[in-house]
Structure formats: structure tokens, C-alpha cells
């Protein structure tokens, strides 16, 4: 048996967040781009009083020109979202979160992505949006950024770090690294990395996503 984790619909997976958070964590490799994921997603928006998002651009590629940023806004504008905002926190270390109730973050460069949510305090923007009851969506670096650590991404199928930063402390909202775009080659390099890190290793795959919340999780796949 692997000593990471593949996670499954019999996974036993406990203790990710502070219970006196409201809202809800969602952990994905592509997003909503997978019907059984979206099917399940939408679900936690219809007790929404409002719905309105921040599609968080800064780790991708040509921002929100990317052709995954732009599926993203039609996906939310298709869903009924009444704002639908791009916001790239590089460029706007002080934008106002609080009138979103879903925050969507993309994938691309996770070490480019943590130098700038350190740089805008987007922890406390996570944790505020929770605590009022909002979703958070994780896509890839999105994802990593929220473990104890984004070691994971200079470890296995290591990605350029671009930004040239040193420390890769992450924003430590769950107790556990995830790895995503998970596939059985990666393995062996998983069960290095296991080995070395302190922290639980948890692998989704592009089919997979794990919603968190205060009375357990689920598995969509």
C-alpha cells in the first residue's frame, strides 16, 4: 500500500479546518470542467444569498485572457452568477473580497500564486469569505496553497519556481499537502516525498475533487 493517500469515496479523512468555519472548501486539479465535480459544486451555491464571484487569475498564464480563466467566467455566468469578477491579487494586494461569496482560484504557478497571497494577507480573505459561509474553489496551485507547505510543488513533477522564493510555507488551512493532476506514474515520487514530509499526502486526480467542511468531507468522482 502507498504511505500517500489516493483518495476515494472510502477514504477516512478528518480534521482539515477550524470547526467554527461556516463555509466550504473545495479542492480540485480542472475545476468545474468535470460533470460529475460540477454537478455536486453547484449544489453548494443554491443556499447562497447571492451570487457573486472572484475568479483569482494571479498563478495563471496570461491572467485572465487564459483560455482556462475565461472558461471558468462563462461556467459561473452559465450557472446564474450576477458578478462574475476577474481579480489578480499581484496587481491589486488590497482588493476587496467582501462582497464575494465564492472565490475561485486558478491553477498555474503555485510559487507565484503563494508570493502574492502572503504579499495581499489572502488568508485572512479566505477565512473571512468561511466564516461568513462562502465557497472556496482550489484549482491545482490553488489547491497546494492552502497546505501546511507547497514543498509538494518543487518535489514531485516539480514546476518552475519563476518567482525565485525561498520559503514555501503555505497558508496552512488544511492540515495536509495536496498533490494534484494525480496519476499512478507519479507513485514513486509520491512515496518519496511521503517520506520526507511531515505532513499527510493526499493525491486527486484531474476526475476528482475533495469538498471539506465543518461536519466531515466528501469525495466527487
Known amino acids: 500500500m502507498s504511505p500517500f493517500l489516493i483518495i ?18 473545495i479542492l480540485t486539479s480542472t475545476g468545474m470542467s468535470v460533470d460529475s465535480v ?55 494586494l488590497r482588493a476587496d473580497f467582501s462582497k464575494y461569496n465564492v472565490i475561485y482560484v486558478c491553477g498555474g504557478n503555485t510559487f507565484r500564486l503563494l508570493k502574492y497571497a502572503r504579499e495581499a494577507h489572502f488568508k485572512e480573505t479566505i477565512e473571512k469569505l468561511l466564516d461568513r459561509g462562502g465557497v472556496y474553489i482550489g484549482v491545482s496551485a490553488g489547491s ?27 497558508l496552512n488551512l488544511i492540515d495536509f499537502e495536496i498533490h494534484p493532476h494525480y496519476e499512478p506514474i507519479q507513485d514513486a515520487e509520491l512515496s518519496f516525498y511521503q517520506k520526507v514530509t511531515k505532513n499527510k499526502v493526499i493525491g486527486i486526480s484531474n476526475s476528482q475533487a475533495l469538498i471539506i467542511s465543518n461536519s466531515g468531507q466528501e469525495v466527487v468522482e
Open 38 to 92: 460540477r454537478q455536486v459544486v453547484v449544489k453548494y451555491f443554491v443556499v447562497l444569498s447571492f451570487k457573486s464571484v472572484a475568479i483569482v487569475t494571479t498563478a495563471a498564464e496570461g491572467k485572465d485572457n487564459n483560455k482556462y480563466s475565461k472558461l471558468a467566467e462563462a461556467q459561473f455566468k452559465e450557472l446564474g452568477f450576477s458578478v462574475v469578477d476577474f481579480v489578480d491579487i499581484a496587481n491589486d
Open 144 to 170: 497546494i496553497i492552502l497546505a501546511p507547505t507547497i514543498q509538494i510543488a518543487a518535489s514531485v513533477d516539480p514546476e518552475p519556481n519563476e518567482i525565485g522564493i525561498s520559503d514555501l510555507t503555505g
Open 8 to 25: 476515494n469515496k472510502k477514504s477516512i479523512i478528518l480534521n482539515f479546518m477550524n470547526n467554527r468555519k461556516k463555509g466550504i472548501i
